[in-house]
């Protein structure tokens, strides 16, 4: 190991061999260590680099990823960092990776890391702040994940006007996929960035406050508190909100939805040591039953299919997912529905199904969908589909100029599906939009491109999820879903539309990789024995 500090320089240089040149072959990563520092080390074309080695998002060992081409994909939920640079190039996570000095010489290859950064694992990229000369504005509608990357990528490509970010929460922009695993999370560990990090780069938050209507002919939204305002670029990324029950006694005392932070500690709090019916088998209702099965006297959730996630995952996937959380004592009651929840004195007291059976409830938790948040953009003129979303072309541009939309609010032609006008509610490609957005913006023509991915927790156990399966006619199945690792493969079509994995790491992660790259993946490929191809 050499150390060495130039005069007059504050900072001292740990350098150390880490491997000999022929150690590694293109293709290949492993993670060294140099100092106390562990570092990635990758061989692309003929070329060492070296970056941090854990993802930005949860810090997951990238050295267990997928590496294809030029970058590395995060084997856990699908971020995806420049091997070169270590800039994220595809999300979730906010920050970029640092990257440290490569030498070859006498065949050994040798990594040198700046002492002061030592103990760094990500890095902000570099950002402008507000320029008060520049009178021009941009208005982020919605405090979600769309509105800060595109808040983000604006200072990145060195726009200096004003951004404002609107938002109905209590809360600045934070991690929203937690709250349903995590319920009673405390809001300073799921913020995703500090009130000083606004400050530094002139990004405005206007928190508790709702934009009401839109006046594109005159460029001004207009909020509940009566207040108007002007703006030049305007980005709707409202998201969704949880669709609430219909059967009488909806709105009796006990009754929740969970759409924010605080819906989720109200939901924790109310039903520790509770009878708790949980109504919906989606991905939300699944982890809240999941977070409650050790914490509520009772849980019992109610499903209207045989299976959760029966159309999503499919049957066997669905059926291993509802005999995990039985062994933890939580009933089941599929293929049947809520007809009405009763009440005594304002408050629930029990479940009434179509199948007959009664239930007894402190409290009910809907998980049965979302409806999106465009209701304030009636007569803006701006268009919607069928199901109130805000329809957007691959730049992220609505049909009126000047105004972007993205996050879950939208509809957007998907690449991996030939353009189909699809609706996704991931948080990794609402980040994705917010980038693409701020771009085109910039008058930076970049399309949305993204492959989905996705990821649910059930007691302690992720499913990964890549791709967009509607549709699908077959799943093969790799590994064994009854021994809860597997992989699987959606068919459509005679090509894999999207895959599904437990504890097949890093399958899912490759897979996206590949789609990502354009490549189809034959039903061929998966029915093999040899799945050589996929690189694990």
Same mark, same amino acid.
């Given at each position: ?54 993802? %930005? ?8 990823? /997928? ?75 919605? @405090? ?15 726009? =200096? ?12 922009? *934070? ?70 029950? %219909? ?59 045989? *299976? ?19 062994? =933890? ?26 199948? @007959? ?62 353009? =189909? ?12 939009? @917010? ?31 890549? @791709? ?57 490929? /998966? ?10």
């Amino acid at each position: 190991m050499k150390k060495h500090q130039e005069p007059g320089e504050q900072h001292e240089e740990v350098t150390q061999m880490v491997c000999l040149e022929a150690d590694m072959q293109n293709g290949q990563m492993k993670e060294v260590t140099v100092g106390s520092q562990k570092v990635l080390l990758v061989r692309y074309q003929d070329q060492y680099s070296a970056i941090g080695t854990k993802c %930005s998002h949860y810090n997951a060992p990238l050295a267990k990823g /997928a590496l294809v081409g030029g970058r590395v994909r995060c084997p856990f939920h699908g971020a995806c960092f420049n091997v070169r640079t270590g800039d994220i190039e595809e999300y979730p996570g906010l920050d970029s990776l640092p990257c440290y000095q490569v030498k070859l010489q006498d065949g050994k290859v040798f990594v040198t890391i700046d002492r002061s950064s030592l103990k760094v694992s990500r890095r902000v990229k570099e950002m402008c702040s507000v320029n008060v000369d520049v009178k021009h504005t941009i208005l982020l509608i919605g @405090g979600g994940p769309a509105a800060l990357v595109c808040a983000e990528t604006l200072r990145q490509n060195c726009y =200096q006007g004003r951004i404002v970010m609107i938002t109905k929460d209590n809360l600045p922009p *934070y991690d929203k996929p937690k709250i349903s695993k995590s319920l009673n999370a405390e809001s300073s560990t799921i913020l995703l960035r500090s009130s000083e990090f606004y400050q530094q780069y002139g990004i405005e938050m206007w928190t508790e406050k709702e934009v009401v209507s839109v006046n594109p002919d005159d460029k001004v939204v207009k909020l509940n508190d009566g207040s108007s305002h002007h703006y030049d670029w305007l980005l709707i990324s409202t998201g969704c909100r949880a669709r609430p029950l %219909s059967c009488p006694g909806w709105n009796l005392k006990g009754v929740k939805l969970l759409q924010n932070h605080e819906d989720a500690k109200e939901i924790h709090s109310s039903c520790l040591g509770q009878k708790t019916v949980v109504v919906g088998t989606s991905f939300i209702g699944m982890e809240v039953a999941s977070y409650l099965s050790n914490k509520a006297a009772s849980v019992a959730v109610v499903g209207t299919s045989r *299976y959760p996630y029966e159309r999503s995952l499919g049957p066997e996937i669905g059926k291993m997912c509802l005999e995990m959380l039985e062994q =933890q004592k939580v009933k089941f009651y599929m293929n049947d529905s809520i007809t009405e929840i009763k009440g005594e004195s304002g408050k629930v007291k029990e479940v009434v199904l179509k199948s @007959g059976t009664v239930l007894e409830a402190d409290a009910v938790i809907a998980g049965i969908g979302v409806i999106p948040n465009s209701d304030f953009l009636a007569g803006s003129k701006l268009e919607l589909d069928s199901c109130k979303a805000v329809i957007v072309d691959k730049f992220m541009r609505t049909n009126i100029p000047d105004i972007f939309s993205a996050g879950d609010v939208t509809t957007f032609p998907l690449t991996i599906r030939g353009d =189909q006008r699809i609706r996704i509610g991931h948080w990794q490609m609402s980040q994705a939009q @917010g980038r693409v957005a701020a771009l085109n913006m910039l008058k930076k023509p970049t399309k949305i491109e993204s492959v989905p991915f996705f990821w649910t927790v059930l007691l302690g156990k992720s499913i990964r999820y890549t @791709g967009y399966g509607e549709g699908y006619t077959e799943i093969i199945f790799k590994g064994n879903v009854d021994e809860r690792k597997f992989l699987a493969f959606y068919i459509r079509d005679e090509v894999v539309v999207a895959a599904a994995s437990l504890m097949f790491d890093p399958a899912v992660a490759r897979l996206a990789e590949l789609m990502a790259t354009g490549k189809i993946i034959t039903k061929a490929q /998966a029915q093999a024995d040899d799945l050589s191809w996929l690189q694990m």
